[in-house]
């Protein structure tokens, strides 16, 4: 079973930055999907960005430019820098990782971007 454990979350104050870190129970190394989405309150999960094996990104449009979703195959973490918060980035974030057939979340981990 392949545990997914998010980190880096917390309260911060509009136009600031945090680095979400997702930590995987087994090696990424090969050809992985990894991912963030998030789930603000009564609105679905939506994907946030998205990184394939070889590099790969794929961003929603309300954060391009800002957000930035990078890999370290040797610590096996996905990570995503968040920079120019808004309020409407507020928001439960999840990690993901689709394996071939297999897909695995995250607990998730909130982000609250207030002054």
């Known amino acids: 079973q392949v545990q997914l454990v998010e980190s880096g979350g917390g309260l911060v104050q509009p136009g600031g930055s945090l680095r979400l870190s997702c930590a995987a129970s087994?090696?990424?190394?090969?050809?992985?999907?990894m991912g963030w989405y998030r789930q603000a309150p009564g609105k679905q999960r939506d994907m946030v960005a998205l990184?394939?094996?070889?590099?790969?990104?794929n961003y929603a449009d309300s954060v391009k430019g800002r957000f930035t979703i990078s890999r370290d195959n040797a610590k096996n973490t996905v990570n995503l820098q968040m920079n120019s918060l808004k309020p409407e980035d507020t928001a439960v974030y999840y990690c993901?990782?689709?394996?071939?057939?297999?897909?695995?979340w995250g607990q998730g981990i909130q982000v609250t971007v207030s002054s």
């Open positions: 087994v090696s990424i190394f090969g050809t992985y999907i």
């Open positions: 993901r990782l689709i394996r071939g057939p297999d897909n695995y």
């Open positions: 990184m394939v094996t070889g590099g790969s990104t």
